[in-house]
């Protein structure tokens, strides 16, 4: 689907018609009808307008709806009002880690409890000839 067309849906689902349309959006019944065409771009001040006028236009330029159906409004007010416990199920049902944590890098501490946070983990066998580790300089010998 065009911009063109999806331009003139939003129109219509808003009720309104053509001259109606340009009139909140500061140009002609012509120009609108041109761009519903798509025998002419809108500009920013347009869709600037269209936007106060109640216009998705997000959905418009790039076909995705900004706003939430009913359906996943629900669904997200749902699992907000929801204690840990159900959430925890609700992402598991949907096979999603369980929390946050879990997808979190791993934290290694060594013995001085010193503690690396980003730490690689693989299988394959990796090139290591240009890896270079700075232990620090040389400590001055006290005179």
Request: hydrophobic share 40%; glycine share 6%; proline share 3%.
């Amino acid at each position: 689907m065009t911009v063109g067309k999806r331009l003139k849906e939003e129109r219509k689902r808003l009720r309104l018609t053509q001259q109606e349309m340009a009139d909140a959006c500061g140009i002609s019944k012509w120009a609108q009808l041109y761009f519903e065409k798509d025998q002419n771009m809108p500009g920013g001040a347009y869709l600037l307008a269209a936007h106060a006028r109640g216009v998705d236009i997000v959905y418009v330029l790039l076909e995705h709806r900004m706003e939430l159906d009913p359906s996943e409004a629900a669904l997200v007010a749902a699992f907000r009002a929801a204690p840990q416990e159900m959430r925890a199920a609700m992402l598991d049902n949907l096979g999603l880690a369980r929390n946050v944590s879990e997808r979190a890098a791993p934290v290694v501490t060594f013995n001085d409890n010193s503690r690396v946070g980003h730490m690689v983990t693989t299988t394959a066998a990796i090139n290591q000839s240009n890896m270079q580790i700075n232990m620090g300089g040389r400590k001055k010998k006290k005179s």
